[in-house]
């Protein structure tokens, strides 16, 4: 308990430098600002593999299943490639909702930093049970298995769609029936009073729909995690360390995610690879060398791939 404990108050730490300290004047984060923050938080969660190489070698946090340490670390830096990976197309929606509500850069941060604080919460909650669900009944293995294996499928065959547009969403339209919206933002307010009404500015409003799209989005990785492992400990680490460095990465990759658009069969792969994972699970396992292996090398390939065709076109 010591160890959650001091892992959730790191946590709230983190955030409160970063919007308290760093980022306590709302300004336009450059890309090299950005850069320097995402090197930062990779850095951080890759150095924090140490801290649970120790914590399961001295028996400091609970462990039913008897990890060794060499396979908690490997398992914990597994389960942060894969979040880290399929946060990308999450990246791309909050360009979107930015755009769509024409969100100054300089507040845009403040809506990444609540939005990432909600999505922390919830991100625990679905973990929390998602745990309880395998463990109590193997057979949600199955389930968790067969649901990615249809998220792969339904990339890998999905159609060209109409563009995704917030402001057509249900999360907007029911804001605006429990609170009138304004067009006009109000410096980095959520709300602010027009002739005696409080009316929500585009900034609460494009921040309750990335928490939509965040939950939407933690369908796929929570159940993605869960196939490496599910001891609670690494599943949370790892996916907490991948979601606060989001916000660097946005500001880093959101002008240039459009060079990475081969990225999006490398998401496919590990989607089907875990999915296939936990259906076997039962039969076969395979070793977690494979796993962080097989995860690395995919995003490795689509990242090469997409850069040299960008060049060619």
Do not use: C
Request: no cysteine; charged share 15%.
């Amino acid at each position: 308990m010591i160890v959650w404990i001091s892992f959730v108050a790191l946590i709230i730490l983190f955030l409160a430098l970063d919007l308290g300290v760093f980022n306590k004047t709302p300004h336009i984060i450059s890309s090299r600002e950005a850069g320097i923050w995402t090197g930062v938080w990779v850095t951080l969660s890759f150095a924090f593999s140490g801290v649970v190489n120790w914590l399961y070698s001295t028996n400091y946090i609970a462990n039913p299943t008897g990890i060794k340490p060499a396979v908690a670390t490997i398992k914990y830096i597994t389960g942060y490639l894969i979040e880290l990976s399929l946060s990308i197309d999450n990246i791309f929606i909050i360009a979107v909702i930015f755009a769509s509500f024409k969100i100054p850069q300089k507040y845009q941060h403040r809506v990444l930093f609540w939005g990432i604080l909600g999505a922390v919460i919830f991100r625990g909650l679905m973990i929390f049970f998602g745990v309880i669900l395998i463990n109590k009944f193997s057979w949600m293995t199955y389930l968790f298995g067969g649901f990615l294996l249809f998220t792969a499928f339904k990339m890998l065959f999905k159609k060209e769609e109409e563009e995704f547009d917030p402001k057509k969403s249900l999360v907007y339209r029911i804001i605006g029936k429990v609170i009138p919206i304004t067009s006009h933002t109000d410096k980095e307010h959520f709300f602010t009073k027009i002739d005696n009404i409080n009316y929500a500015t585009p900034l609460f409003v494009a921040l309750l729909v990335i928490e939509v799209m965040d939950m939407l989005f933690a369908l796929d990785s929570v159940p993605a995690i869960l196939a490496i492992t599910s001891d609670p400990f690494l599943v949370f680490s790892s996916n907490i360390f991948a979601i606060l460095g989001l916000r660097s990465m946005y500001f880093f990759l959101a002008n240039m995610i459009e060079k990475f658009s081969y990225l999006e069969y490398s998401l496919i792969a590990i989607l089907s690879f875990v999915g296939i994972k936990m259906l076997v699970v039962h039969f076969y396992k395979f070793p977690e060398w494979i796993s962080l292996s097989f995860i690395a090398m995919s995003l490795l390939i689509g990242i090469i791939v997409s850069l040299k065709l960008d060049k060619t076109e």
